[in-house]
Nanobody, 117 residues
C-alpha cells in the first residue's frame, strides 16, 4: 500500500515562509491529482490547493497570492510554497493524492505548521 509522506512543516513567525513537500513512500503510478488540505482542532479539513497532471490548479481564497503549489510529474511529488504566513495558517497540513478522476483520494499523515511570534 503506497503511503504519502509529508515533510517541511515547522514553526515560523508571521510573515515568514515554509515549503511543504510530499512524495509517495514507494513506487506508484502517476497520480492524476495531488494537493494540500489543512485542519485545525474542531474544524473540518479544508482545501488549500490542488493540481492535476495537466497543470490545472485550484486554490482556496485564503491561499491565493500567498501560496504556490507545484508538481514534479517525473517524481510523482507535490510541493506547497507558503509565503506571508499568518497566524490563521496554523494547522496540520495533509497531502492528498488521487489516482484517477473518478477514484477516491487518500491522505498523508499530516505535518504541523505553526505560525507564531
Amino acid at each position: 500500500q503506497v503511503q504519502l509522506v509529508e515533510s517541511g512543516g515547522g514553526l515560523v513567525q508571521p510573515g515568514g515562509s515554509l515549503r511543504l513537500s510530499c512524495a509517495p513512500s514507494g513506487r506508484a503510478s502517476l497520480f492524476y491529482a495531488m494537493g494540500w488540505y489543512r485542519q485545525t482542532p474542531g474544524k473540518q479539513r479544508e482545501l488549500v490547493a490542488t493540481m492535476t497532471t495537466g497543470g490545472s490548479t485550484t486554490y482556496a481564497d485564503s491561499a491565493k497570492g500567498r501560496f504556490t503549489i507545484s508538481r514534479d510529474n517525473a517524481k510523482n511529488t507535490v510541493a506547497l510554497e507558503m509565503n506571508s504566513l499568518k497566524l490563521e495558517d496554523t494547522a496540520v497540513y495533509y497531502c492528498y493524492a488521487k489516482a484517477l478522476p473518478i477514484t477516491t483520494g487518500f491522505w498523508g499523515q499530516g505535518t504541523q505548521v505553526t505560525v507564531s511570534s
